[in-house]
């Protein structure tokens, strides 16, 4: 099925794909959820998930499915914990923690995943994929078994705010870090057979002060989706709320790309963040 004929059409009339819901829920493929840097070092996954964990419910994903990930020391309210970390804490070794969880509860046994990642998270997402194919130290040996990564409003290309924390973390999402360098090179781009078995979708926003849209998209380089959340009348569709907004009245400004299409699509009426992570999910790289 073509995306361009059927699922696009869709999205222009601003509708949810429910014919998905019913296939998907039933696979039961655990989504985890991993959130983003927080200066204090203390994130409560309840609170920062609760929009999210309530739309897949709605969807047709169980509770049970549905995991929200702690690494910091002070996080709570956290269905899996995978480390003790603080903000200075290098965001590889946070990566390799979550990477060994997922390896030891679900690649071992054959079975697969789909991750969202908020800010950071995604960062922490990326790098736990890239990093158990690539064979570094400390992560397992091998591709981790993740069919879908979904990331919102995450700074591939490093946040918009340097100066504003002082800390090992938000030092290496700064533009032009060590950290920047080596998730850009050539060997350690989705383009290479290591990114190859997961659908990658990045999701943007123009009203996004904190990581812009190009930072979010990874622009120029590839990923499988990107959407492109523009000025909106109705929602400010901020760092915080991309990760909140589940559909209701109204309808947004949105920009797609697909890589097997090569060309963007806009409509004025298309899905909330959470909409288009979930369908993202669900589509599994068939658009």
């Not at 901020?238 to 797609?256: D, M, V, W």
Request: charged letters at 25%.
């Amino acid at each position: 099925m073509k995306y361009g004929r059927t699922v696009a059409a869709l999205v222009t009339a601003g509708l949810a794909v429910s014919g998905l819901t019913a296939a998907h829920a039933a696979e039961a493929q655990p989504v985890y959820f991993v959130h983003g840097y927080n200066d204090t070092g203390k994130s409560d996954c309840a609170s920062l998930w609760g929009n999210a964990i309530d739309y897949f419910k709605e969807r047709g994903k169980s509770r049970s499915d549905l995991k929200t990930v702690g690494y910091y020391a002070g996080d709570t309210n956290c269905d899996v914990t995978v480390a003790n970390a603080s903000t200075g804490t290098r965001i590889k070794h946070v990566a390799a923690d979550l990477a060994n969880r997922i390896y030891r509860d679900h690649t071992s046994k054959g079975e697969s995943v789909e991750i969202v990642g908020h800010s950071m998270g995604g960062l922490v997402t990326r790098v736990a994929l890239l990093g158990s194919a690539q064979g570094w130290e400390g992560f397992p040996k091998g591709k981790l078994k993740v069919s879908d990564v979904v990331t919102l409003a995450t700074p591939h290309q490093g946040i918009t705010d340097p100066g504003k924390y002082n800390s090992t973390q938000w030092d290496s999402m700064k533009p032009g870090s060590t950290f920047m360098d080596v998730l850009h090179a050539p060997e350690n781009r989705l383009t290479e057979s290591w990114a190859k078995g997961t659908d990658w979708s990045f999701v943007g926003s123009d009203e996004d002060g904190t990581v812009s849209y190009d930072s979010a998209i990874d622009k120029g380089y590839h990923a499988d989706h990107k959407y492109r959340y523009r000025p909106d009348a109705d929602y400010d569709i901020s760092h915080t709320n991309i990760r909140k907004l589940a559909p209701g009245k109204e309808k947004f400004n949105l920009r797609y790309w697909h890589s097997s299409e090569g060309k963007e699509h806009d409509t004025t009426n298309g899905w909330a963040p959470l909409e288009t992570a979930y369908n993202a999910l669900s589509r599994n790289g068939d658009w």
